[in-house]
């Protein structure tokens, strides 16, 4: 069998740069609008996603795409936003089903929940969405035109809501939504082979002491996380862990 071929967005972010060893057999496709680094992957391309020409030379034959690329900053503007949170998400969409790409997988974010979460509280993930700040929103839509695009077309979409994806926990905030590389890697390995058409899951570590509920992560994608930020809970000083700050809601 041919080997596997897998497009990666946001090739230059953070979250790239931690799942990239998890790919090892996988052939990479890197894309990023800006510089790419040396071990990104077997093949780059340099442009912006928001430039549908692009979008569609770039998912040219590949199996899958992981769309990492995105503007991540909770408090940026609507214009700030606009192109690489909405545009280019719809561009890539598309551009795969045009091209018959089996399945898109979208980073979405915690952020498109984070109105429900305050102490206490374990967020299940079919809940309507319920955005914490603009950022949340996009990724909002972006796993609504997905699911629509899922329901429509016979490309598999599957949307996971990443959490603080770091080597380890920043802060007390920042342990109850935290996504360890390892187990990043093993979520994003196991949706380029889980039998799913389509779904929404959140993507964080094992944690005791979570805000959000990865049952379903568990049974449908087989996804079996191995970190638990409550191992580094005694030396982390507080803070809100780059979630935002919200009227906690009564209902
Ligand atoms: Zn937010």
Not at 31 to 55: I, K, M, Q, S, Y
Not at 116 to 137: F, K, L, N, S, T
Not at 234 to 242: F, H, V
């Amino acid at each position: 069998m041919a080997q596997r071929k897998v497009l990666v967005t946001g090739a230059s972010g953070r979250v790239a740069e931690m799942l990239r060893a998890g790919l090892d057999g996988v052939h990479i496709r890197a894309v990023d609008r800006g510089d790419l680094p040396a071990d990104a992957g077997h093949e780059t391309a340099v442009g912006d996603l928001a430039n549908r020409p692009f979008a569609e030379e770039v998912v040219d034959g590949v199996d899958v795409v992981v769309h990492l690329a995105a503007n991540p900053a909770p408090y940026a503007s609507w214009d700030d936003l606009r192109a690489p949170n909405v545009e280019a998400l719809v561009n890539i969409v598309d551009a795969a089903n045009r091209a018959g790409v089996r399945r898109v997988v979208l980073a979405s974010s915690v952020h498109a929940m984070g109105g429900y979460v305050r102490p206490g509280v374990v967020v299940e993930p079919d809940w309507p969405v319920r955005p914490c700040c603009r950022y949340g929103a996009t990724k909002a839509f972006s796993e609504a035109y997905g699911r629509m695009t899922a329901l429509t077309t016979d490309m598999s979409v599957i949307c996971l809501r990443l959490g603080a994806c770091l080597p380890r926990p920043v802060d007390s905030g920042s342990a109850p939504g935290w996504l360890a590389p390892e187990d990043l890697q093993q979520l994003v390995r196991r949706c380029l082979e889980a039998d799913v058409r389509t779904g929404t899951y959140f993507g964080v570590s094992a944690n005791t002491r979570t805000a959000f509920d990865i049952a379903n992560a568990r049974a449908e994608l087989g996804y079996e996380p191995r970190h638990d930020s409550e191992a580094y809970a005694a030396d982390l000083p507080e803070g809100d862990g780059g979630l935002c700050r919200i009227t906690p809601l009564e209902t």
